[in-house]
T-cell receptor, first 117, second 111 residues
């Protein structure tokens, strides 16, 4: 199946610093990528939808200036958590829609654990 | 607005048992129905995708069906194994928008 790679898989950062998470579609082109956040034993929470070459669309309650999303190419989207605080500690997952698939399947990355200390 | 429901929230079965996971949705104008598996602390793995024009898809021991008229999809797992233990999520895969997920069914298969 199609592969979506997320990096880093785990990151620890100090409060006040910024951290970038990358999401790459390795073997397909993705015009649309989605970023989710997940707390332990909870459902995925959609944060934003990013389309290649345009600004991301954020869900209600998600701070645009805190969670910067860039979708610079058809295979790469990045999520930057700016001025991170301990409450930003969470599991972040990206997904990508395979534009070449007639069934428009969506594939997920392995997720990134962020711990802010 | 589409709502996706999965019942039960948790299921425990002994190894070797065949089982069915249920997924219901309120809007029958479904584009694709996609089933995923999530292991603890991991991302989601796509299992099967059923297009709206299809009634079922099969992959190995997994069979997913789609009945739009009744607003239901089922995931059948044959001869369950401990390695099948995970949370199973179904989602309405609408073109151009994010997936609409159910809350998932957490399956535990004991050896």
């Amino acid at each position: 199946g199609a592969v979506v790679s997320q990096h880093p898989s785990r990151v620890i950062c100090k409060s006040g610093t910024s951290v970038k998470i990358e999401c790459r579609s390795l073997d397909f082109q993705a015009t649309t990528m989605f970023w989710y956040r997940q707390f332990p034993k909870k459902s995925l929470m959609l944060m934003a939808t990013s389309n290649e070459g345009s600004k991301a669309t954020y869900e209600q309650g998600v701070e645009k200036d805190k969670f910067l999303i860039n979708h610079a190419s058809l295979t790469l989207s990045t999520l930057t958590v700016t001025s991170a605080h301990p409450e930003d500690s969470s599991f972040y997952i990206c997904s990508a829609r395979d534009r070449g698939s007639p069934r428009a399947a969506i594939y997920f990355g392995e997720g990134s654990w962020l711990t802010v200390v | 607005k589409q709502e996706v429901t999965q019942i039960p929230a948790a299921l425990s079965v002994p190894e070797g048992e065949n089982l069915v996971l249920n997924c219901s949705f309120t809007d029958s104008a479904i584009y694709n129905l996609q089933w995923f598996r999530q292991d603890p602390g991991k991302g989601l793995t796509s299992l099967l995708l059923i297009q709206s024009s299809q009634r079922e898809q099969t992959s190995g021991r997994l069979n997913a069906s789609l009945d739009k008229s009744s607003g239901r999809s089922t995931l059948y797992i044959a001869a369950s194994q401990p390695g099948d233990s995970a949370t199973y999520l179904c989602a309405d895969n609408q073109a151009g928008t994010a997936l609409i997920f159910g809350k998932g069914t957490t399956l535990s298969v004991s050896s």
